[in-house]
């Protein structure tokens, strides 16, 4: 039987009450996940990078730690999320979709992706997306829940029975199909987990030159 569809706008009332605690609320979860995306991204000198549902700005906050050069954007659809960020003035920050990227093709040298394509119900339209503003051979890393644990096939489940929001949890196989059919190679795909029970996934792919 299909679930009955999610309204977006469950998912901005949810977030704009979390925005204020979130990174405390979070955090080993945070450090956890955004460590395995940075690995797999190994950010260059002088590099662009983008940041999609970007939240709070936790991995543009690494990343501009680093003692590195980076031209760093972060787009997020929750305006409440984005005026909790604390990231200095260079970073650039967009109130955005990221079904719909307000970025010109072939703009970035990289894009991340953290813990959001599960709330989206076609991610396809989102990957298609930052594939397009990718330079080529700009690389493409996604880091999300994982349908491929039992357990988190299971929280997909009740999470729609109770009505939460939430899009689709992939597996593994489904996201680099995904990603392989908006245009880009794929060069790794990691699962990890954070918790016992909390099974996540990293891919890493580039855009072909």
């Known amino acids: 039987m299909p679930r009955p569809a999610m309204p977006p ?21 945070l450090d956890r996940t955004t460590h395995h995306a940075l690995d797999a991204l190994a950010p260059q000198n002088g590099e662009r990078i983008l940041d999609v549902a970007c939240g709070t700005g936790f991995a543009l906050a690494r990343l501009a730690d680093m003692p590195l050069a980076l031209d760093l954007a972060g787009v997020d659809i929750n305006l409440h999320m984005l ?20 970025f010109a093709d072939e703009r970035f040298d990289a894009v991340i ?56 949890v992939l597996g593994t196989e489904e996201l680099a199909t995904l990603v392989e059919d908006a245009g880009l190679r794929i060069d790794a ?21």
Do not use: Q
Request: glycine share 6%; hydrophobic share 45%.
């Open 9 to 29: 706008e469950a998912l901005h009332r949810e977030y704009a009450a979390l925005a204020a605690g979130y990174e405390r609320r979070w955090r080993h979860y």
């Open 83 to 102: 005026v909790r960020s604390r990231l200095p003035d260079a970073v650039e920050l967009i109130h955005g979709d990221a079904r719909r990227l307000p």
């Open 189 to 209: 795909v990691n699962r990890f987990k954070v918790r016992p029970a909390w099974g996540l996934m990293t891919l890493l792919a580039h855009r072909p030159d």
């Open 113 to 168: 992706t953290l813990n959001a394509l599960h709330y989206l119900d076609d991610p396809a339209i989102a990957i298609e997306e930052m594939a397009r503003v990718l330079v080529p051979g700009g690389r493409l890393v996604i880091t999300d829940w994982c349908r491929d644990f039992f357990v988190m096939f299971l929280c997909e489940h009740w999470l729609h029975i109770r009505m939460r929001p939430l899009g689709r």
